[in-house]
């Protein structure tokens, strides 16, 4: 099942700078979209989320940006701290279907003090 | 804060037996989930539960797994007669309305053997 793919298993950020997530889907379906950050032995932490009406949400140091059009969403992150180095997974579901989430596969991100 | 809670954390088990799987969602909250994560796999859904009825479930849920809402506060995940494969992180996971955000409890470490 493909249908939420993150094609970045890792990535690695100084602090202070800029991280950049990315996330593809194919179902046109999908309606509302999540960002979810976990650490080992933890369940996934909800971070921050964005419906499809919108192309862009902000809380704080983390932005959501949508392109529907291309099927693409991304999760930055200004500044990246040590305290953000985590796996992040991207989930999007059908709000009028249930709600299950479809989660990416995760992308593992070390901030570098 | 309130927060979504699991036991136990971890659950050996001899492949054959039963296990079951202990959730108490966040109290106001309406619906409620299970999702498993397979060792370096995706997270993926189970089975979604909305007025003391199944709403959803995936074809990993079949006649094996079974889910109640045995009183007002515990949500259970029982698996009658575990496999090797049935090995994962379960998560439960529940939101208050359908077009709410659902909160994840830290997970169970299920291990068949």
């Known amino acids: 099942d493909q249908q939420v793919k993150q094609n970045s298993p890792s990535l690695s950020v100084q602090e202070g700078r800029i991280s950049i997530l990315n996330c593809d889907y194919t179902?046109?379906?999908?309606?509302?979209f999540l960002w979810y950050k976990k650490y080992p032995a933890e369940g996934p932490t909800f971070l921050i989320s964005?419906?499809?009406?919108?192309d862009k949400n902000e809380d704080g140091r983390f932005t959501v940006f949508l392109n529907k059009s291309a099927k693409h969403l991304s999760l930055h992150i200004v500044p990246s701290q040590p305290g953000d180095s985590a796996v992040y997974f991207c989930?999007?579901?059908?709000?009028?279907?249930?709600?299950?989430?479809?989660f990416g596969g995760g992308t593992r991100v070390l901030v570098k003090p | 804060e309130p927060e979504v809670t699991q036991t136990p954390s971890h659950q050996v088990t001899q492949m054959g037996q039963e296990v079951i799987l202990r959730c108490v969602p966040i109290?106001?909250?309406?619906?409620f989930y299970w999702y498993r994560q397979i060792l370096g796999q995706k997270v993926e859904f189970l089975v979604s539960?909305?007025?003391?009825?199944?709403?959803?479930k995936s074809e990993i849920f079949d006649d094996q797994f079974s889910v109640e809402r045995p009183d007002g506060s515990n949500f259970t995940l029982k698996i009658r007669s575990t496999k090797l494969e049935d090995s994962a992180m379960y998560f439960c996971?529940?939101?208050?309305?359908?077009?709410?955000?659902?909160?994840f409890g830290p997970g169970t470490r299920l291990t068949v053997l």
């Open positions: 964005i419906s499809s009406i919108k």
């Open positions: 109290s106001n909250h309406l619906y």
């Open positions: 989930a999007a579901s059908e709000l009028a279907a249930g709600n299950k989430l479809t």
């Open positions: 996971a529940s939101k208050e309305g359908a077009s709410d955000t659902q909160y």
């Open positions: 179902n046109s379906m999908f309606d509302y």
């Open positions: 539960f909305y007025n003391n009825e199944i709403s959803e």
